[in-house]
């Protein structure tokens, strides 16, 4: 009995140290995810990162004199008129938006990220009121020119100056937005405006704008619109609004988003004062995603690998106490070994090949590899290749695994059950008080 527990304690030991090795594999795939990070960080710095579009506005400046009662020196009241610089802002009564984003991966080594050109067209329409909105009665103001404010998030990545149609009228766009909360963007000059009465203006825009990963838009009309169009097979919405609801026969694109004013604060935004405290304006769009990010799927598939060294040790605890076959330790450890290194090849082969061919070559090898050698500890071809169909429909009920993220908790749940059942029903009638004598008297009779 003493032997027979030196020999399992030196099996858990063994155990401990492979679960040491799958730690550092996952350390090493954190690594690679890292740098994949950091590859995607560089790609924006030096090309154009997210991207939300916001707006156009129509900005009507302003200088307003304020009359007050103020002391002088000797106490005496006295008006003191000062003039103050004011932005009226202007969001569209009607904005439509109707683009096509197409998705280029771009590499930088081993590692790439998703870049994308949205061609865009926009119309809008703005409602001017007389004097501002302003009673002139109440209030001195005297209005300058106006200009269009255009919000991005990376200005870098306008391919081209946008084109915009002003009432038929092409205007020029110039740097910066123009706007106070607007951190970032671009503007076109109009010009005075006609104020003695209420006022109707369009604007047809055109713009080319490169952007990563993802691609979002204030609805900052009081009805917008926007119609979206891509190549790419696996996006992702984000924001506070979804697209319009489809069968999923119809697929996510083209998609659409119509967004009223009463239900969102994008045009609010806007309005308050600039500040780190300052309310963000609401957003929805499209992220584009990878259909499987190697790292993360790798990183789960390791997380498994506790299992698969839990299962094989099972295994051959089974043959030793049935079958009356002696494994040593060591040999325990040659198969543990060849199971975490799985891991390690599913990692390397797929940053070079896709990964469901690099799951299968890293499972085939190391099925064939621990076949092979089981065929001698087990002592016969029909046990090894029996152990080995096992090994294999563990891989391959992993890999479902993986494939399904939404369902992988009550999948890993059902094959744990089912292993336990399976095990359970073969070893129902074994006497393990019995085996368990036969196994440690066996070392002291061969001794």
Request: proline share 5%; hydrophobic share 50%.
């Amino acid at each position: 009995m003493r032997a027979f527990l030196q020999k399992n304690a030196a099996i858990a030991v063994l155990g401990v140290l492979l679960l040491i090795a799958l730690g550092e594999i996952r350390g090493v795939i954190g690594e690679r995810q890292a740098r994949q990070t950091q590859v995607e960080a560089n790609i924006a710095a030096t090309a154009a990162g997210v991207q939300t579009l916001t707006g156009p506005v129509l900005v009507v400046p302003y200088s307003e004199r304020i009359a007050s009662v103020e002391a002088d020196p000797e106490g005496k009241p006295r008006t003191v008129t000062r003039t103050v610089q004011r932005q009226a802002v202007f969001t569209p009564e009607t904005l439509d938006i109707d683009g096509e984003a197409q998705v280029t991966p771009r590499r930088r080594g081993l590692y790439q990220a998703l870049l994308y050109l949205f061609k865009g067209r926009a119309t809008a329409r703005f409602q001017v009121p007389a004097n501002l909105g302003i009673d002139p009665a109440t209030r001195d103001i005297t209005p300058g020119r106006a200009h269009l404010s255009l919000g991005l998030t990376d200005v870098r990545g306008l391919q081209a100056p946008p084109v915009l149609r002003w009432d038929g009228r092409v205007l020029a766009a110039q740097q910066g937005s123009g706007l106070d909360t607007l951190a970032a963007g671009v503007r076109a000059e109009v010009g005075p405006l006609a104020l003695d009465q209420a006022r109707q203006y369009d604007l047809a825009m055109e713009i080319d704008l490169v952007g990563m990963n993802s691609l979002s838009f204030a609805p900052v009309g009081q009805s917008t619109i926007v119609k979206l169009a891509s190549d790419w097979a696996h996006p992702s919405s984000i924001g506070r609004f979804l697209p319009r609801a489809k069968t999923p026969s119809e697929g996510y694109f083209p998609a659409s988003w119509s967004v009223s004013h009463l239900s969102t604060n994008a045009a609010a935004a806007l309005r308050i004062d600039a500040s780190p405290q300052g309310t963000p304006a609401d957003t929805f769009g499209v992220a584009f995603i990878e259909p499987v990010n190697i790292y993360t799927q790798s990183e789960r598939a390791v997380k498994y690998g506790v299992l698969f060294i839990a299962l094989t040790f099972a295994a051959f605890l089974l043959f030793e106490l049935l079958k009356s076959l002696r494994i040593h330790p060591l040999q325990y450890g040659f198969v543990g070994l060849a199971l975490t290194l799985f891991f390690l090849l599913l990692v390397s082969l797929s940053e070079h090949i896709a990964f469901a061919a690099a799951y299968a070559a890293s499972a085939t090898a190391c099925v064939a590899l621990i076949t092979y050698y089981v065929a001698h500890v087990l002592r016969g071809w029909n046990r090894a290749l029996f152990f080995g169909a096992q090994l294999a429909a563990l891989y391959a009920a992993l890999y479902g695994l993986l494939r399904s993220e939404d369902n992988a908790l009550v999948m890993g749940s059902l094959l744990l059950f089912g292993l336990l059942a399976a095990v359970m029903v073969v070893t129902r009638k074994v006497d393990w008080h019995a085996l368990t004598a036969r196994s440690a008297e066996a070392p002291a009779s061969a001794d």
